[in-house]
């Protein structure tokens, strides 16, 4: 009789350890749950902060001065601005070298430069 | 043995030590029915509450063996106890068109300190007075010396004024979270964006038409405004105000077909940072508030609703050689023409005495049902409160129709005019103005108050006052721009007209062949100078403003210009037919 009142008393006390245990763990775990949560508002109200600062750079004025300064940048004028199918068709040589040197290269052809997309003259006139 | 059967043969029974129980047994335990039968309900009871506890007891520890030993995989997400922070919602911001932050709330440090723990206040408030500048070391040691146990040392500090104070160490000096709403773009938006007020609610402007959605916090709100056309439409009113030596000006470029309300600009405006400083003319939004007699540009609406009514056609014309009498009354035109001009030619060098002509014909009956259709007898509605209610003569007599089909006796808000233009320009269809970005495709509400055709031919009148007539400074090379000047003398306090104050305007819309956005300018009591000869009119102050402005934006909102043939190709499609070939001079 006394070895099973030892057997189970062996039990209860290992029952009563493991639920301290994971009590233990859960309430650390709760705890670094607290913590990246906090974490994540701070980053959250500094991408805030840093989203209001960009705005704020991001002042027409200041562009403005920015680029006329630092790249000599100016309104564009409705010249400069033209449609593809503007554009005068390709003289025939166009992307020939010059005659004098002609002899010396091997013709162009357009599979020498294979990333080009080439249209012939009447498809840009369409 | 304890309980036998009454009726059972008697048996010879003994007791454990082997003595003879004799006759009598007396060992045996007789139970009568009533003990009996209570004893046997405990025993049944006590094994059914033994079963029943058995049974939880192993349901628990079966669980707990679940629990423990197989996971909990299926366990739903643990739900998150809100904190303090959580249960307000941050006001929500605000954005312009293409997402740039017109109005946000950011977390902001106060300083503050707790007197009972300062040791010595006159240190502290020196070490803080250096490390905040607008600190005055004096105030805040008299503040540190009070029995108190919560003073204030400096509400909204910057991050760097934060850092600082947290180096100093002082016991006692602590760091309250607060909330303060920014304003990146200040001055530029300030009048349609609004403020709050200390507890962050909305006093002005969208912040407080759509405070309901701000507070929330949800989702952004984002506006029509596209804050570029705003910055350039400002730049260049500021430019004009300043050259002509204005007292304000405004501005609107609207898209015609949607309502989208793209920029909305007046002068002089205020910082949102500083709003105690300032004047209540800069808190007036010209553009939306303020009414105004627009003079000729109501020129266009006459002739259209002529047009429309079928009273006059393109091809009719006045003799506007002879000034107009009612009552001691003469209405004359600016420049006078001799002999009959055409309808278009009336429009394009702007003659008053046609456009009488013109509105007498239709009648007032029709003019004003085209007032009323275009909206012009009530304060256009939007989103925002401030708009202003326009000024109607009451009652209307015949003299207001004459007087009102060339802009004068009769004051609306810029936002009313450039809705009616919207329609005159866009094909005939009232659009509703809105401060909200629609989605691009999305169905609009709109009103039909003119036929297509009138529109079109609406499109070439406005065409040939830049092209040819008094609004030539706003054309804008392959751009196709149309519109009306106009310049109206301002009312006088005294009755009658101010003469030497006037409101120098110009309506256009671009490009004129299918015209997409509105676009209007006006100073107010431009004077004068040397390089425009003395002239302060719509044609010399504001066409030139709107010339600019379309070149700039243009490329922006993705129109290409008109160049070379494509330009005289659309320019003979905005002719009518009856028109092609005829070549107007001009004057």
Redesign the interface.
Known sequence: MRWSYLFWLVVLAGAAATLFEIKHEVQALEEQLLQAERRIRNERETIEVLRAEWSFLNRPARIERLAREHLGLVPVSPDQIVSVDRLPPRPEDFDRVPVALDSLLPPAKPQQFPGLAVTTVSEAQR | MIGHNRNSARVQRVTPCGRDLGAHQGWVVELDGQAKTALEVGRTRLLVTGFVFALAFLGVAGRLVDL?LFGAAAEPA?A?APSA?ELRPTRAAILDRNG???A?T??VASVYANPHEIRDPALAARRLAEALPEVDAGQVAERLAEDRSFVWIKRHVSPREMAAVNRLGIPGVRFQREEKR?Y??GA?VSQVVGLTDIDGHGIAGVESAEDGLLADGRTPVELSLD??IQ??LA?ELAAAMETFSGIGAAGLVVDAHSGEILSMVSLPSFDPSDPGAASPDARFNRASLGVYEMGSVFKLLTAAMALDAGTVRLTDGYDVTHPIRVGRFRITDYHPIKGTISVPEIIMHSSNIGTVHMAMEAGTERLLAFYDALGLTRAARYELPESGQPLLPSPWREVNTMTASYGHGIAVSPLQLVRAISAVANGGELPPLTLLRREPGEEVATTRVLTEETSRQMRWLMRLVVEKGTGSKAD????LVGGKTGTADKLSGSGGYARDKRIASFVGAFPMDDPQYVIFAMVDEPKGIKATYGYATGGWVSAPVVGRVV??I??LLGI??R??D?EQETERRIVPVSFRGIEFAAR
């Open positions: 423990s643990r998150a922070d740039e932050i017109l946000t950011l977390p920014v990146p773009h530029l804050l570029r910055y350039i730049e804008a090379p392959g751009y070149e700039r243009a490329p290409a210009p160049r070379g494509d």
